[in-house]
């Protein structure tokens, strides 16, 4: 979808207001220790010769967006065009930057599946997520 173009690809209004879903992601991206969590991914990450051609931490915010808002991999791609704040959460940058499409999001999918990796970091952001 390079080349796509949307409303979003604008710049934000400087609105004191934040939509609840950016106050959302803001929280969870203070309190998830995104950097510690990326480490386990890592190993299995630099050996997918295919999927590396985003950051890590990149791609396992954007699964957590999946897994958090019941999202394809095919609906995330387009929120990530979309949504100022998923696009921010992801640290995705600017709206010049490639974007990941839904073959690049399902092959990072299926790398966490596959790797027994996907249900037990999960359940670390759940556990961290009741603490706070």
Same mark, same amino acid.
């Given at each position: 979808?390079?080349?796509?173009? !949307?409303?979003?690809? $604008?710049?934000?209004?400087? &609105?004191?207001?934040? !939509?609840?879903? +950016?106050?959302?992601?803001?929280?969870?991206? #203070?309190? /998830?220790?995104?950097?510690?969590?990326?480490? =386990?991914?890592?190993?299995?990450?630099?050996? %997918?010769?295919? +999927? !590396? &051609?985003?950051? *890590?931490?990149?791609?396992?915010? /954007?699964y957590f967006l999946q897994h958090c $808002?019941?999202? &394809?991999?095919? %609906?995330?791609e387009g929120e990530l065009y979309d !949504?100022? #704040?998923?696009?921010?959460? &992801?640290? *995705? +940058? %600017?709206?010049?930057?490639?974007?990941? %499409?839904?073959?690049?999001?399902?092959? $990072?999918? @299926? *790398? *966490?599946?596959a790797n027994g990796l996907a249900k037990?970091? /999960?359940?670390?952001? @759940? =556990? /961290?997520?009741?603490?706070?």
């Amino acid at each position: 979808m390079v080349g796509r173009r !949307s409303l979003a690809m $604008f710049k934000k209004p400087k &609105s004191a207001k934040m !939509s609840r879903k +950016g106050a959302f992601l803001e929280i969870m991206n #203070a309190i /998830i220790p995104w950097k510690a969590l990326c480490a =386990t991914i890592e190993p299995y990450y630099a050996n %997918d010769q295919e +999927g !590396s &051609s985003f950051e *890590l931490e990149v791609m396992f915010r /954007i699964y957590f967006l999946q897994h958090c $808002f019941c999202l &394809s991999d095919r %609906d995330v791609e387009g929120e990530l065009y979309d !949504s100022y #704040a998923m696009r921010k959460f &992801s640290k *995705l +940058g %600017d709206w010049e930057q490639t974007t990941p %499409d839904e073959v690049v999001i399902q092959r $990072f999918r @299926n *790398l *966490l599946e596959a790797n027994g990796l996907a249900k037990d970091l /999960i359940e670390r952001i @759940n =556990t /961290i997520v009741a603490q706070n």
